[in-house]
């Protein structure tokens, strides 16, 4: 039981990083129906951004820690949100109309880019980063297993929830929201109607990217550990998050990525570790066959 | 960055020169951008310090001169734009088109013969004679994604798998049961085609970029099956030992009944180079002639109808299951066949052989070469491999210049190297068509 709730709570942190990364798969994908290949790799640029914005920070004598995350989180949101629209700016504004499988052949060919810009830049050995934030609670004592909730889950999860509710609110309520709802229904007719839909679609990389960011400076806290190949397999389990979930609705990606960390979790736990990246793509196909619209998603209709 | 629009003809005098200003503008602005790009990535290096803990070491210089070349690039781009209005096909002067388009026919020929002559005029050169192997290796898995891809348009992400599938058959059939290599070939065919069927199955109901991420997963599932099932595949050693090919049950060695001993020849090593490059050029060129004959098949005509438009194959009665099944099923038994032969050439395998980026790889090839052409398969393969050799020295850069290849070329030449559709049913003349005119109503973005 006790080792149950300690798998629960690791899934559930382990979730909030998928689900932060899939909001971008499942914006994209509900604007403009393509799949941002290269996200994954964005959010392995993110943490590589967070890393060594903090290394500079302590090289320039900064680490009361609380500061120096807040710092760290600002500044790699900013650079990762500025790599997302540099990649939507060359590799996927120009093929706008072009034929439909030519955006995703060219998201895998940014994605092997950004994979080995940061390979050459800064070296294919792993990253390791002592534990910043230490300390926890001790929630349950039972006989020889203590469930322990680590400060840094704690952080995980809650700015997980502080970001999906500003974003949350972003989409419903303000302007730029109402235009990427419009943009999301119909391109044609939202630019018809006096919306820039190249800002809008821009705008929508830049926030999954800080986003990504943010999942990025996470998943360097919680492991511990980067290295430039995070991101392919982080970026499947987050789309398949966000197909989970139902692609194009936001709060499918946060409770498909919560649901595929506790599977994951879970199976590393009860049944095997080596196998826990086939159950990732296992449930991805499970998942398409039977269930193609997702949890929360939209039956999609085929119009001739 | 945004590019303010090229004056409209018409309603402003053409510019002779952009505005400088503005120009430099511009190009402050992308200076900045890639100031923030690089600024953390590039202007500081993370290494391993003396007690294990990262230290961080500065490269401003390296950063100064990305941001200087990104100036300079795009003041040079903003003062010289307005010259570049020609449209885009009109680098290549009419004359050598015209010339091209006349020696086209002939081209296929002519590398044929070169492809036959190969062994002959190399016959010293081992570096050469492996590299032709390997061209003609990706050719032939070129041959196979393009069935699925290129005629059917079904995006295969995990073609890869196929290959492992076909490789591994053939390394524990051949091993296990003794079997010869012209024995494995089908059985490693028909394996790799069983799996192609069972990936089809599940996927047949998908979309175009779900089934690209499904086959992604398939190829990492096998891949990973192949890391972890230790007792049957090795693991991460792999399986070593595999037999190597024999001349129809003469063996390449020393030994009396060995090649050279039967047709009185001094044994060589080469002889097996020159056995195994005749052997797959023979098997790619087999694929190629079945993809010909398939394409005038009604299943042939039917990939392609579908590729087109699969709503309007089934108003028509085609049943797109059985189309799709059997597209997955024949590219996936050449994938077979090119993987037992892998794996009889290395006489090694491991699941390090089959990641995602020879997928991606193959699946470049396809889409450089201009999907659907066999040709430009075979350009595109010759191209890529030959430029990974040309530039073996800068190793390190290879992948780097391989994705932001593959971007470029969807960007600029969409169509690939060989943009033009040969019609699988004509009335008088086969005529090539420029791809740009077809519209594929499928294919097409829904923006």
Known sequence: MEYFVQQLINGITLGSIYGL????????????????????DIFMVGAFLALIAFLVLVAFGITAVPLALLIVLLVSMALTALYGWTVERIAYRPLRHSFRLAPLISAIGMSIVLQNYVQIAQGARVKPLPPLVQGGYTLLEGNNFAVRLSNIQIIVVLTTILLMAGFSYLVARTRLGRNMRACEQDLKMAALVGIDVDRTI??????????????????????????????????????TAAVLGGIGSLPGAMIGGILIGLIETMWSAYFSIEYKDVAAFAILIIVLIFLPTGILGRPEVEKV | ?????????????????????????????????AFGLFGLLIGFRTEQGP????????????LAEFVAATFVGRLSFALTRHRFTVPANVFVPTAVRKTAAALSPYLAVALLLFALAVPVLFYNDRYLLDLAILIVTYIMLGFGLNIVVGLAGLLDLGYVAFYAVGAYSYALIAQDFGLSFWVCLPLAGILAASAGLLLGFPVLRLRGDYL????????????????????????????????????????????????????GLHYSPTHRVVFSYYLILGLALL???????????????????????????????????????????????FGGFAGAFFATRQGFISPESFTFSESALVLAIVVLGGMGSQLGVALAATAMLGGFEL?????????????????????????????????????RERKDIPADLVRDARTESPA
Request: aromatic share 12%.
């Open chain 2, 1 to 33: 960055m945004s590019d303010p629009s090229p004056a409209t003809p018409g309603l402003k005098p053409a510019v002779e020169w952009a505005d400088p200003l503005a120009a430099l503008k511009e190009a402050a602005i992308a200076a900045a951008v």
């Open chain 1, 21 to 40: 990364i899939a909001i971008g798969y499942t914006m994209v994908y509900g604007i403009i129906g393509m799949i941002n290949f290269a996200h994954g």
């Open chain 2, 51 to 62: 007690n294990g803990a990262l230290v961080i070491a500065t490269r401003f210089d390296t």
């Open chain 2, 212 to 263: 690209a991420i499904v086959t992604l997963g398939f190829g990492e599932i096998i891949r990973l099956v192949l890391l972890n099932w230790q007792s049957l595949t090795g693991g991460p050693n792999g399986i070593s030992g595999i037999p190597r090919p024999s001349f129809f049950g003469l063996p390449f060695n020393t030994s009396a009944n060995g090649f050279a001993a039967t047709f």
């Open chain 2, 391 to 427: 530039f073996r020295e800068f190793d390190q850069y290879r992948m780097l210049v391989f994705g932001a290849a593959m971007v470029a070329i969807v960007i600029y030449r969409p169509r690939g190297l060989v943009a033009t559709r040969t019609p699988s049913v004509s009335m």
């Open chain 1, 202 to 239: 821009s705008l929508t990389f830049v926030i999954g990217a800080a986003l990504a960011a943010v999942a990025g400076l996470m998943f360097l806290l919680y492991y511990g550990v980067v290295d430039f190949f995070i991101g392919f397999l982080a970026g499947v389990k987050a789309f």
């Open chain 2, 287 to 333: 694929t190629n002639w079945i993809t010909l004959r398939l394409r005038r098949l009604p299943i042939g005509r039917a990939w392609e109808a579908l590729r087109e438009d699969e709503i309007a194959c089934r108003a028509l009665g085609i049943n797109t299951t059985t189309t799709k099944l059997t597209a997955f099923a024949m590219g996936a038994m």
